[in-house]
T-cell receptor
Framework: AQSVTQLGSHVSVSEGALVLLRCNYS??????LFWYVQYPNQGLQLLLK??????LVKGINGFEAEFKKSETSFHLTKPSAHMSDAAEYFC??????????FGTGTRLQVFP | GAGVSQSPRYKVAKRGQDVALRCDPI?????LFWYQQALGQGPEFLTY????????KSGLPSDRFFAERPEGSVSTLKIQRTQQEDSAVYLC???????????????FGPGTRLLVL
């Protein structure tokens, strides 16, 4: 069975600081991995995804994530936080289909 | 259309009432998904359609939940005899097909927020 664990339900950073949102997965087969962002009263928006190939994946809004098989991790990073990055972030996994298994989410707060 | 749309955006129901939630997927998208997102939680899978065929309904929490997509486009999620624990945001998503075929991922609608009193 697949599952996703997001460490830290809330993360707070100062504007301009590094953003690090953690995601670990468990999967019996190589998974497909995703990060979605959800702004208030809006649907989930795909930030980036890993399917095959290069393990460092770049997404929208300056975010990137690295697939580390040995650590079963897919942490999301951004070098410099912006106020507009404040939102809920969800890590998700799937196995060869579009059915997604989500983590419980991490709320990112950005302080001026 | 430009994206996945859902209606209504908000629904308040009295306990025991039946509700119907509508999803309009992106035009031409083969796959359609329903997810339930409780407050403070991640979305949880409910059911999946490929065209008009419901291929997976393993996430539907009870037989009070029913979904259909009769013509392979618009889908309706129906909840009968609503209970307070049904209060959640119901998300619809669509995709062009299997991710190992399109690689373009899944697109979500804004959701319907259901409150059962």
């Amino acid at each position: 069975a697949q599952s996703v664990t997001q460490l830290g339900s809330h993360v707070s950073v100062s504007e301009g600081a590094l953003v690090l949102l953690r995601c670990n997965y468990s999967s019996s087969v190589p998974p497909y991995l995703f990060w979605y962002v959800q702004y208030p009263n809006q649907g989930l928006q795909l930030l980036l995804k890993y399917t095959t190939g290069a393990t460092l994946v770049k997404g929208i809004n300056g975010f990137e994530a690295e697939f580390k098989k040995s650590e079963t991790s897919f942490h999301l990073t951004k070098p410099s936080a912006h106020m507009s990055d404040a939102a809920e972030y969800f890590c998700a996994v799937s196995k060869n289909t579009d059915k997604l298994i989500f983590g419980t989410g991490t709320r990112l707060q950005v302080f001026p | 259309g430009a994206g996945v749309s859902q209606s209504p955006r908000y629904k308040v129901a009295k306990r025991g009432q039946d509700v119907a939630l509508r999803c309009d997927p992106i035009s031409g998208h083969v796959s359609l998904f329903w997810y339930q997102q409780a407050l403070g939680q991640g979305p949880e899978f409910l059911t999946y359609f490929q065209n008009e065929a419901q291929l997976d309904k393993s996430g539907l929490p009870s037989d009070r939940f029913f979904a259909e997509r009769p013509e392979g486009s618009v889908s309706t999620l129906k909840i009968q005899r609503t209970q307070q624990e049904d209060s959640a945001v119901y998300l619809c998503a669509s995709s062009g097909g299997r991710i190992d075929w399109t690689g373009r991922g899944v697109y979500f609608g804004p959701g319907t927020r259901l409150l059962v009193l």
